[in-house]
């Protein structure tokens, strides 16, 4: 069986274990193999200090790869942050989005490997065989594209800055305007992409965010055409619980974009593909039953289930209610 993932970072990352933890059941599928590609946003990816980072495909491969720092949902456990602290001491910039010590070395290999001529879906694949992550990482893009937030500028016109300076240094706080995707328009979907939505059995939304995780590899050209288009059933897990992001603060994002934060107004955000969206059925918590009723209720296939990711055997049962709600 071919599950296709859209991922974000902490979220998708934590779904995506917890798939695995439950295809690799002795009683799941009855013998039948399963392959698990996740196609993961590299909008959040950006330049700091001369190297390349790319905080979703890393947080993916350290997730599944047993090494995250659990406590925080990204970086690596057992992190240090000596080069952090002193290159502060040089008043370079960059003080606000630290780089410890382990994930540097991920980022300086990213970066060699990259000035050497390889694309990043070849150095993703690279920096994999030494976590073995259990799934197929595949950027969305080989090019660059970098999700940047137009704010309130400081003379009354607009602003326009990173989204991770946004999101990590300024805590969303200085209201978006609208999120612009920049390098968009000469990028293409990377190596693999469009194949693992095609030629999957099933595909997935995790609870990521809908707006600048998997919007953003949505707005890739072709991804959209390829969901429409795949045989496969789409499946997404709400993001949003009793009214409110389970994670970081997608709400921000969502008011930028006009959407109130529901999980019925996400679903409608995505739209059934029966009316030109993305999903055939959509999961959410039982504190959403009413939500689920009201999207039934207008031929929504909704399903009804615990969704908070406590723990991976949690999270497997989550995949599981999933994958039941499409495949039976």
Not at 74 to 94: I, P
Not at 262 to 270: E, P, Q, T
Request: net charge negative; glycine share 12%.
């Amino acid at each position: 069986m071919k599950v296709t993932v859209l991922s974000g970072g902490v979220g998708g990352a934590r779904f995506t274990r917890g798939l695995l933890a439950h295809l690799r059941m002795p009683d799941v599928g009855r013998g039948r193999p399963s392959e698990v590609t996740v196609i993961a946003n590299t909008g959040d990816d950006l330049w700091l200090h001369g190297v390349r980072v790319c905080p979703d495909l890393d947080t993916l491969m350290y997730t599944l790869g047993g090494v995250v720092h659990e406590e925080q949902g990204w970086g690596r456990r057992g992190e240090s942050s000596h080069m952090a602290a002193d290159l502060a001491g040089y008043d370079v910039g960059g003080d606000w989005f630290t780089l410890g010590d382990l994930d540097l070395a991920t980022h300086l290999a990213r970066t060699q490997l990259l000035r050497e001529g390889l694309p990043l879906s070849q150095v993703t694949e690279r920096l994999c065989r030494r976590w073995q992550p259990g799934a197929h990482l595949l950027p969305m893009s080989d090019q660059e594209v970098e999700t940047h937030v137009v704010v309130d500028g400081p003379d009354g016109g607009e602003q326009l800055m990173h989204f991770e300076e946004w999101w990590v240094r300024h805590r969303a706080a200085p209201a978006a305007r609208r999120f612009v995707q920049v390098g968009l328009d000469t990028a293409s979907a990377g190596p693999g992409v469009l194949a693992a939505v095609l030629d999957a059995d099933v595909v997935i939304l995790p609870p990521s965010n809908p707006v600048v995780s998997v919007g953003t590899i949505l707005a890739v050209p072709g991804v959209r055409a390829a969901l429409e288009a795949t045989t496969a059933p789409v499946v997404g897990i709400s993001p949003i619980v009793g009214g409110a992001a389970v994670r970081g603060m997608a709400d921000q994002c969502l008011r930028a974009i006009g959407v109130e934060t529901s999980a019925a107004a996400v679903a409608r955000h995505y739209g059934r593909r029966a009316e030109g969206g993305v999903l055939d059925a959509w999961l959410v918590d039982t504190v959403d039953a009413g939500a689920a009723a009201e999207l039934a209720a207008d031929g929504w296939r909704v399903g009804v289930a615990p969704t908070l990711m406590t723990d991976v055997p949690a999270t497997a049962r989550i995949a599981a209610a999933a994958l039941a709600l499409v495949l039976g």
